[in-house]
């Protein structure tokens, strides 16, 4: 698959108030203190933790890692650039181990061992939160090719959740939701730049037929709530 990069380039992802609620999310989850240490898996730019840090002032400034080093990475955290599963046989260990939206790049061999080495990387208490669009009903905005492309991923997804499942047993379900309001234009924009993995392998035809669809079938401002599933598992 080729590699993403416009995830959270100046999306909805890294709006202000979404990282304002997602990092509220997160507090009804974990009892954040200037002691806890924090690890992102496929950190993107690193906005939540870079919010994290600026709010509670952790000693350790949490680590965001990726398989791509973006341009505009947030500089109050430290990013590595390296693949997941060979960061964490470092060994080191966590408070809160981080995994937003990134499930889906990993085959299922490599799920196991990316949560078996994450348990492994935990402290006593420690949490792992895996984030993930919610596989049924899902409301982003789609053109008809994308439509069946990110039905497809999101029944690879629930494949993924059952390993999940299985593999940290003692786990409890919630939703995040966001309310998106964003311009046709800008959501447009980020068809072009191809923000999410289900466009990446489209080809330049594919992408200009479907900007003509999403024109045509909603009007200026586009709304719809992006719901993530969050699982939580507690050492
Ligand atoms: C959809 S983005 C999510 C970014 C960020 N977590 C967020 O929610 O805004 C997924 C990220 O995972 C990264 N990624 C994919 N496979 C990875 C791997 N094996 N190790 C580390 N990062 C990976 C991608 O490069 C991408 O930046």
């Known amino acids: 698959m080729k590699r993403l990069k416009n995830w959270d380039n100046k999306t909805w992802l890294s709006s202000k108030s979404y990282i304002f609620q997602f990092n509220k999310f997160l507090k009804t989850k974990i009892n954040f203190n200037k002691n806890s240490k924090i690890l992102d898996i496929g950190c993107g730019r690193a906005n939540i933790i870079s919010a994290l840090q600026k709010k509670y002032k952790f000693r350790n400034k949490p680590t965001g890692i990726d398989i791509v080093a973006n341009k505009d990475v947030k500089r109050n955290i430290v990013f590595k650039k390296i693949e997941a599963l060979k960061y964490l046989k470092k060994q080191k260990k966590y408070d809160l181990i981080l995994i937003k939206q990134t499930i889906h790049f990993f085959t299922k ?25 919610k596989t049924k009903n899902n409301k982003i905005p789609c053109f008809k090719k994308m439509r069946k492309n990110l039905e497809k991923s999101l029944k690879k997804d629930e494949v993924l959740f059952k390993i999940i499942k299985k593999n940290l047993k003692e786990i409890s379900f919630t939703n995040f939701n966001f309310k998106v309001n964003i311009s046709k234009q800008k959501y447009v924009r980020m068809i072009r730049e191809r923000y999410i993995s289900c466009l990446l392998n489209m080809s330049d035809k594919d992408i200009k037929l479907g900007i003509s669809e999403i024109k045509s079938k909603y009007k200026n401002q586009i709304k719809f709530t992006d719901t993530l599933k969050c699982i939580s598992y507690r050492k």
Do not use: A, C, D, V
């Open 109 to 133: 061999t490599k799920l196991k061992h990316l949560l078996n080495l994450s348990k492994e990387s935990l402290n006593p208490k420690g949490k792992i939160l895996i984030f993930s669009l």
